[in-house]
């Protein structure tokens, strides 16, 4: 099946300081990559739709210059967490869709951010 | 309205249960259902998909859709510890994916 990875898996920071996450699909091309944030059991919250070349779509009430998405290629979308505060603190999944099977998102294993 | 309602559970069973869960949902139009299995601290995992009213079976999974009630299912035969997950729906239109709250499940040996 369609492989998806993030790196890195954990990462821990110092508030004020900026993370970057990336989310690559490793055997199939994606125009569309999706960014969540999913908080201790709870569901998956959609932050933002990447697609490739072009800005990404926000959902509501996330910021997007603290939130910077770029989609660089078919197969790498990269989010920037900036000036991290400890209400980031979250684990965050990217997803992608396969651009031959339009009803499938595949999902990486997510990185946990942990900002003190 | 929720695009999609699932019950968040926890669902605790024996081993060897029939596990249940179950999504309703208000669009129509919703073209793609699909089942994700997530494990903690891991990302979902594509368990199931189809687009049509009916059962789909895969080994000891049934994925089943009743486009006339708006009601999707999954059923987990002979449960195995193993399925101690979150489980969760998901349900297409174009380029939206809606996905339902999750249900825990908790197999008990």
């Known amino acids: 099946g369609a492989v998806v990875s993030q790196h890195p898996s954990r990462v821990i920071c110092k508030s004020g300081t900026s993370v970057k996450i990336e989310c690559r699909s490793l055997?199939?091309?994606?125009?569309?990559m999706f960014w969540y944030r999913q908080f201790p059991k709870q569901s998956l919250m959609l932050m933002a739709t990447?697609?490739?070349?072009?800005?990404?779509?926000?959902e509501q009430g996330v910021e997007k210059d603290k939130f910077l998405i770029n989609h660089a290629s078919l197969t790498l979308s990269t989010l920037t967490v900036t000036s991290a505060h400890p209400e980031d603190s979250s684990f965050y999944i990217c997803?992608?869709?396969?651009?031959?099977?339009?009803?499938?998102?595949?999902f990486g294993p997510g990185t946990r951010l942990t900002v003190t | 309205q929720k695009e999609v309602e699932q019950d968040p559970g926890p669902l605790s069973v024996p081993e060897g249960a029939i596990v249940s869960l179950n999504c309703t949902y208000s669009?129509?139009?919703?073209?793609?259902f699909m089942w994700y299995r997530q494990y903690s601290r891991k990302g979902p995992e594509l368990l199931m998909y189809?687009?049509?009213?009916g059962n789909k079976e895969d080994g000891r999974f049934t994925a089943q859709v009743d486009k006339s009630s708006k009601y999707i299912s999954l059923f987990i035969r002979d449960s195995q510890p193993s399925d101690s997950a979150t489980y969760l729906c998901?349900?297409?239109?174009?380029?939206?994916?809606?996905f339902g709250t999750g249900t825990s499940l908790t197999v008990i040996p």
């Open positions: 189809t687009y049509s009213s």
């Open positions: 990447s697609n490739e070349g072009s800005k990404a779509t926000y």
């Open positions: 669009n129509s139009a919703f073209q793609y």
């Open positions: 997803s992608a869709r396969d651009l031959s099977a339009s009803y499938e998102q595949y």
């Open positions: 998901a349900i297409t239109l174009g380029n939206q994916f809606y």
């Open positions: 055997d199939f091309q994606a125009t569309t």
